[in-house]
Every structure is written in C-alpha cells, then in structure tokens.
C-alpha cells in the first residue's frame, strides 16, 4: 500500500478537526512516539501527533485518514512489549491520553464506565472507596484500558481471574471509515449477534480504535498472603504447579522464576530474596477474606511444596514483606533490561505442558549456547523467557536469535501452544505467526480486517503483513 506523506496542508486540515492545542509535532513528540517498551526494536517516528479528547474526533481523524491513505497508529500508555504501537510507516499517532474519564461506577450493577485512556492505577484507585476491584493486574500500571483490551493483557491473576476479555462487557469504537458502533452493554450475558466486543478485543488496534468501555468489575478482596518457595530444579517447582491447582480455593497468582532471574534482579535492582542460590522459585499468592481465611490452606501448600522438593517455605507476614516481594516479581524486567541487549518470549502452553516446553528451552538454550533466563505466570501456562546477550559479540548473538526464537516458538506449538500468551504480536512475533497456527485461520483473519479496513491505514503492519 503507497500511502500518502503528511503535507502542511494536511497538517491544516488536521488540525482544524483537533484543534491546536491538540496537534504536535515537535521532535520530543515525535522520537518518544517512535517506540514502545519492546527490546531490539527499531524505532519508527510518526509524522504528527495527536491527542483527542472526543470519540467523534476520533471519528473525524479515521475518516480524514481513511479518504488521503494516512496510516494510523492508535496508541495508549506506550508499555507493550511486541511494538504495536509503534508507528511503522509513519503517518498519524493517535494517542487516546486525554480521553481518560472515569464516566460512571455502578457498584450496585458491577460495572464501570471509562474512557481508554484511563490507566489500571488510576481505575484501581477510583474504585477502591466503592470497595470494587477490577482484577487485571499487570507488570507496569501505567498501561491503559484501551491498550489493554487492544492486547488481551493477562498478568499476575490471569490463573484466577483470566484475561482482560473476561472482563468487558461491552465497547464503544471507531472504525477506520469514521463509522462509530457499541458492542454489548451493562449487563453479563448476551446472546444477539455476533460478539463484536470480542472481536475487537486482542485486535491490535489494527481492526477499531476503542472509545468507551463497559468493564466488568468484583468486590474487592478482603486479604492477600504471599509465600516464596526455593526448589533446587525447575522441573520440582514446575511438577507442584498443578497440584496447586487442585486446592479448593486456587490461588491468585501462582508465578515462577528461574535462578537466573533471580540472581538478575538481586544485582540490578537491590532487593535480595532467601534462598537466592536455588535453581527455581515459586511465588504463590493467595486471597481471601481475612488471614485466617488464607492461613487454613498454609499447611496444605507446604506439604504440596515440599513433596515435590521445595527447600524452603517462606510466609512475609507483614504488609512491608509482601510489598517487597511482589515488586521482586514486578521489577524482573527492569533488571533484564539493564543486564543486556535481550529478547521476550511470550509462549504460552497448556499447564500440564510447561515441564516438557521447559525442557525443550533449555536445550535449545545449550545447544545454541544462549542464556535464556525464564519466569513467568505458570498457573496459566504463560511462559516469558529473556535471551540475554551476555557476550561482547552483540552482532553474532543478534545473527543467531531468530534461530533460537524459532525453535522455541516451535517447541510451544508442538506441545499445543502459541506464540503469544499476553503481549500480542505486533510487529515483534509477525514472521512467525504461521507457527501452531493455520493458514486457513490467519486467511480468516485477513479476510476481516479487509472488510473493516480496506484502504489499510489503521495501524499497518501489525500481526500480519496485508
Ligand atoms: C514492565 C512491564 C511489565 C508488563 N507486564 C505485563 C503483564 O504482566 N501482562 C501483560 O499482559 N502485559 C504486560 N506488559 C505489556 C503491556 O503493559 C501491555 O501489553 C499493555 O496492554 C499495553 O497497554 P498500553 O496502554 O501501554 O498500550 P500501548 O503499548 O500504547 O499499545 C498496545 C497496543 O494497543 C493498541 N491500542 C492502544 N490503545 C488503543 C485503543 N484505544 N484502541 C485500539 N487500539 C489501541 C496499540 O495500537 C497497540 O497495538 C508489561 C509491560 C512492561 C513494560
């Protein structure tokens, strides 16, 4: 697709629809819209940015883009990790931002009304003093609701609670012709139609920039206990995982890191855990009413724990001790960052896979001579590993990591998994998105969003090639 270069006489155009205040291009904006979190990712400058405060703003750009064949990148908090937001052929950032209202809680109905921009903490905080709780909880906050469902993001209570898509009740989104349409609505079931809500959600933005959302939310939990849990192998703390599961009340969050890991975040962030010469750990966390209501199942955990060779059992206790461990388990990919150039592996796997996927990565891992330090949710099967390039050679190890994230995508698929668990694919996974997945299925796929984007301006590039 040729699109066209933004003119001053475009530029005009576009601003008379934003408004000036609305409108940027100045050189900070247009180099911190270039990227997003992702490592080894080539930065790609927008040729404007701007900001909406309305849907039928929204409406009014996508229609101005759609009819002069601008692309358009709609972006939220700018945290993904596959480079979705990232503006691959220039064009338009559409950052939602300032559409960031908290329309309406419902507590009596269980919903919340919001716009996209509206962060998770922001939302935590707006429905803490309803005692509501919106249970997606991921590794950086600042993410938005919209990026959110444009990923599926899952987190730490994916293992309890699911994915975002578990979570919304209906959307409010613009399609690339400017045409506005509503999905769903306050309520839980629906049988009218086809699912637009889900269609949309996981989508990229690549389908509708969403505008308005219908959240599912629950009370909010009474207590929360964290245990730490050191095993001498992977394949022990990996083995405990579904006998975890089988408890009557499963945990929340039930996460995994790998020795290296945790010897990673010990030197660069400065938080130190027991048992930190161990070859795998567990972090279980638990919830539940009052303490005492968590504590009955202590016993159970341990014995699990310690039946399939864990050394150790550790409880923090106290409320600074639980705080130091989840931002143990929260500052993982600040430490990795700074170890190295790295690369992120998202596979997910069915549960009673992760030991067999496991085992592939690390010979993989031996067998190409690259570290590949691994954590992840190992309640839900969401495996992420981190090819870290400890060698002076960055251009020898940059050469031989697509053969090394090849054959560990292919090992997930051959245990029946997929190559993205959470972060989605972006541009990062888009040439092995064939892996564990059909042509007919990915033809489907391009076939829709034909029909919704046919000139292609809304976010080219991403998840496949069209
Ligand atoms: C330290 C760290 C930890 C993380 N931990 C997790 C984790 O535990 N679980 C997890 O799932 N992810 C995690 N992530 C990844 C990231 O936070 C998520 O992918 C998140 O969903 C991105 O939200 P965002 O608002 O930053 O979106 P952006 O990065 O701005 O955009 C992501 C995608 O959403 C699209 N988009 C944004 N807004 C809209 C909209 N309104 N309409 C349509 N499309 C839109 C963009 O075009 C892009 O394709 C982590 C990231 C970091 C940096």
Same mark, same amino acid.
């Given at each position: 697709?040729k699109?066209?270069?933004?003119t001053?006489?475009?530029?005009?155009?576009?601003?008379?629809?934003?408004?000036?205040?609305?409108?940027?291009?100045s050189?900070t904006?247009?180099?911190?819209?270039?990227?997003?979190?992702?490592?080894?990712?080539?930065?790609?400058?927008?040729?404007?940015?701007?900001?909406?405060?309305?849907?039928?703003?929204?409406?009014?750009?996508?229609?101005?883009?759609?009819?002069?064949?601008?692309?358009?990148?709609?972006?939220?908090?700018?945290?993904?990790?596959?480079?979705?937001?990232?503006?691959?052929?220039?064009?338009?950032i559409?950052?939602l931002?300032?559409?960031?209202?908290?329309?309406?809680?419902?507590?009596?109905?269980?919903?919340?009304?919001?716009?996209?921009?509206?962060?998770?903490?922001?939302? *935590?905080?707006?429905? *803490?003093?309803?005692?509501?709780?919106?249970?997606?909880?991921?590794?950086?906050m600042?993410?938005?609701?919209?990026?959110?469902?444009?990923?599926?993001?899952?987190?730490?209570?994916a293992v309890k609670y699911g994915?975002?898509?578990?979570?919304?009740?209906?959307?409010?989104?613009?399609l690339?012709s400017g045409?506005?349409?509503?999905?769903?609505?306050?309520?839980?079931?629906?049988?009218?139609?086809?699912?637009?809500?889900?269609i949309?959600i996981?989508?990229?933005?690549?389908?509708?920039?969403?505008?308005?959302?219908?959240?599912?939310?629950?009370?909010?939990?009474?207590?929360?206990?964290?245990?730490?849990?050191?095993?001498?192998?992977?394949?022990? *703390?990996?083995?405990?995982?579904p006998?975890?599961?089988?408890?009557?009340?499963i945990?929340?969050?039930?996460?995994?890191?790998?020795?290296?890991?945790?010897?990673?975040?010990?030197?660069?962030?400065?938080?130190?855990?027991?048992?930190?010469?161990?070859? *795998?750990?567990?972090?279980?966390?638990m919830?539940?009413?009052?303490?005492e209501?968590?504590?009955?199942?202590?016993?159970?955990?341990e014995?699990?724990?310690?039946?399939?060779?864990?050394i150790?059992f550790?409880?923090?206790?106290?409320?600074?001790g639980?705080?130091?461990? !989840?931002?143990?388990?929260?500052?993982?990919?600040?430490?990795?960052?700074?170890?190295?150039?790295?690369?992120?592996?998202?596979?997910?796997?069915?549960?009673?896979?992760?030991?067999?996927?496991?085992?592939s990565?690390?010979?993989?891992?031996?067998?190409?001579?690259?570290?590949?330090?691994?954590?992840g949710?190992?309640?839900?099967?969401?495996i992420?590993?981190?090819?870290?390039?400890?060698?002076?050679?960055?251009?020898a190890w940059?050469k031989?990591?697509?053969?090394?994230?090849?054959?560990?995508?292919?090992?997930?698929?051959?245990?029946?998994?997929?190559?993205?668990?959470?972060?989605?694919?972006?541009?990062?996974?888009?040439?092995?998105?064939?892996?564990? !997945?059909?042509?007919e299925?990915?033809?489907?796929?391009?076939?829709i969003?034909?029909?919704?984007?046919?000139?292609?301006?809304?976010?080219?590039?991403?998840?496949?090639d069209?």
């Open positions: 697709m699109y066209k270069k933004i001053a006489q475009l530029l005009k155009q576009l601003e008379e629809i934003t408004g000036k205040d609305n409108i940027s291009v050189e904006d247009l180099n911190n819209f270039s990227i997003d979190e992702s490592p080894e990712m080539q930065p790609h400058a927008p040729e404007v940015v701007v900001r909406p405060l309305t849907t039928s703003i929204v409406s009014d750009i996508l229609r101005f883009a759609d009819r002069n064949l601008i692309p358009v990148t709609p972006r939220g908090g700018g945290t993904g990790l596959s480079g979705g937001c990232v503006p691959l052929f220039g064009g338009i559409l950052s931002e300032r559409m960031n209202h908290i329309i309406k809680i419902s507590a009596d109905n269980f919903s919340a009304i919001v716009e996209p921009g509206v962060t998770l903490d922001q939302l *935590a905080g707006n429905l *803490a003093p309803h005692n509501l709780h919106y249970p997606i909880h991921i590794g950086d600042s993410a938005t609701i919209g990026g959110t469902i444009a990923t599926n993001a899952g987190g730490m209570n994915v975002t898509r578990q979570h919304i009740l209906g959307l409010q989104a613009v690339p045409k506005i349409i509503e999905a769903g609505g306050e309520y839980i079931k629906c049988s009218t139609g086809y699912d637009l809500t889900q949309l996981g989508s990229e933005g690549t389908l509708a920039v969403v505008t308005r959302i219908i959240l599912k939310v629950m009370p909010r939990p009474g207590n929360r206990e964290i245990l730490f849990v050191p095993f001498s192998d992977l394949q022990s *703390a990996i083995r405990t995982v006998e975890l599961l089988r408890l009557k009340t945990p929340m969050g039930l996460e995994f890191l790998d020795g290296e890991v945790v010897r990673l975040i010990e030197k660069y962030v400065d938080i130190k855990v027991p048992h930190d010469e161990q070859d *795998a750990f567990l972090m279980i966390i919830e539940g009413d009052s303490t209501d968590i504590v009955q199942y202590f016993g159970q955990i014995s699990i724990c310690r039946s399939n060779g864990a150790e550790f409880v923090p206790g106290d409320e600074t639980k705080r130091k461990l !989840i931002e143990f388990r929260e500052k993982a990919y600040q430490a990795i960052r700074r170890a190295g150039p790295f690369a992120l592996i998202d596979v997910v796997v069915p549960r009673n896979e992760i030991a067999n996927f496991m085992a990565v690390k010979k993989i891992s031996q067998e190409l001579d690259m570290p590949a330090p691994s954590m949710h190992a309640g839900d099967g969401n992420h590993i981190h090819p870290i390039c400890f060698d002076p050679d960055i251009a940059r031989k990591l697509p053969v090394l994230m090849k054959r560990i995508y292919e090992a997930g698929a051959a245990v029946g998994g997929a190559i993205s668990g959470e972060h989605g694919i972006g541009i990062d996974k888009k040439k092995y998105m064939s892996i564990g !997945i059909s042509q299925t990915i033809s489907l796929m391009k076939a969003k034909a029909c919704v984007d046919p000139n292609n301006i809304l976010n080219p590039g991403k998840i496949f069209f």
